[in-house]
């Protein structure tokens, strides 16, 4: 049984960082492509960042360049995304995701965690 289960979330202010983490089970997160989505209320879920099907590089949001990070840990089975100089904007609910295709379209991703609320104050 596959689980993705976020961590991290919280509420700060305007300026601050949070480190958000997913940890897997019943994956392993080298064979996947991983990546981040957020939902705000009465919004669509939107892409944030991922990594490519290869592992071998990183895409993000134009709203989260230069801000967020997207990062792995293979051996403890777990993904980061690290978010700097956080805005009012980026409050939602954080959800990470697998995808075993190199579509990196958002309903190709096959496995969702519950996601991990984040507030940010102005």
């Known amino acids: 049984q596959v689980q993705l289960v976020e961590s991290g979330g919280g509420l700060v202010q305007a300026g601050d960082s949070l480190r958000l983490s997913c940890a897997a089970s019943?994956?392993?997160?080298?064979?996947?492509?991983m990546g981040w989505f957020r939902q705000a209320p009465g919004k669509e879920r939107e892409f944030v960042a991922t990594?490519?099907?290869?592992?071998?590089?990183?895409s993000y949001a134009d709203s989260v360049k230069g801000r967020f990070t997207i990062s792995r840990d293979n051996a403890r089975n777990t993904v980061h995304l690290q978010m700097n100089s956080l805005k009012p904007e980026d409050t939602a609910v954080y959800y990470c995701?697998?995808?075993?295709?190199?579509?990196?379209?958002?309903?190709?991703?096959?496995?969702w965690g519950q996601g991990t609320q984040v507030t940010v104050s102005s």
């Open positions: 995701a697998a995808r075993d295709t190199i579509l990196a379209s958002i309903r190709n991703y096959k496995y």
């Open positions: 019943g994956l392993s997160i080298s064979n996947y492509a």
């Open positions: 990594f490519s099907w290869s592992g071998g590089s990183t």
